[in-house]
């Protein structure tokens, strides 16, 4: 079946530790995006990537990265300067055409607690 | 800049009833793009519906429709015959700007009661 999975559902992490979350997306969609989610909030645009080994940064980038090596996956790391790290993870993607990103798929997204 | 506004934090409908959840939007652009999306519980963000700025026709797919009314920046969504399943988060948003990426509105929590 075709789709975007995100690994792991939950994730623990301390305070001053880098934590890296998987996505991976089998559509051959060229855009893949990663948003935040905090409690009672819409969603945030982190990193957004349309081609390989090429990223934008969103509307809240600081304290965080992104890779792009392969067209399938687009992992994000947590740094230890993002300030308020925990919340609700979503990776995305869609298909681009005439420079325009059609509706986006999601994954089932990754819950982060840093304590 | 680019908004969406979502004004219901909450709404109840009995079952088999019919609910619309209000969307304004705020953009420049001569072309964009409306969706709209369902959050269970789970959190996963299910795609329901698009409408594109230039569609002359309301968009339909099964029980959702968009009442799309370009002059007063709305896009509200329809469910028609609601169901318990419908229960969820529903996010409104919008593509526009040179990269087409989406901006979300914060939400309404549907509750459809039996």
């Known amino acids: 079946d075709g789709g975007i999975t995100q690994s792991p559902k939950y994730l623990f992490r301390k305070e001053g530790q880098n934590v890296t979350l998987s996505c991976e997306q089998n559509l051959n969609h060229d855009a893949m995006y990663w948003y935040r989610q905090d409690p009672g909030q819409g969603l945030r645009l982190i990193y957004y990537s349309q081609i390989v080994n090429d990223f934008q940064k969103g509307d809240i980038a600081e304290g965080y990265s992104v890779s792009r090596e392969k067209k399938e996956s687009f992992p994000l790391t947590v740094t230890s300067a993002q300030k308020n790290p925990t919340a609700f993870y979503l990776c995305?993607?869609?298909?681009?055409?005439?420079?325009?990103?059609?509706?986006?798929?999601f994954g089932p997204g990754t819950r982060l607690t840093v304590t | 800049a680019q908004k969406i506004t979502q004004t219901q934090p909450g709404m109840f409908v009995q079952e088999k009833e019919a609910v619309t959840l209000d969307c304004t939007y705020d953009?420049?652009?001569?072309?964009?793009?409306l969706f709209w999306y369902k959050q269970p519980s789970s959190g996963e963000m299910i795609f329901l519906i698009y409408q594109g700025s230039y569609d002359q026709q309301n968009a339909t797919e099964g029980r959702y429709s968009l009442n799309f009314q370009k002059a007063r920046k709305s896009a509200n969504l329809v469910i028609s015959a609601s169901q318990l399943g419908d229960s969820a988060m529903y996010f409104c948003a919008m593509r526009g700007g040179s990269q087409g990426n989406l901006i979300f509105g914060k939400g309404t929590k549907l509750s459809v009661k039996p």
């Open positions: 995305a993607s869609s298909i681009v055409a005439g420079g325009y990103s059609y509706e986006q798929y």
């Open positions: 953009t420049s652009d001569q072309s964009y793009g």
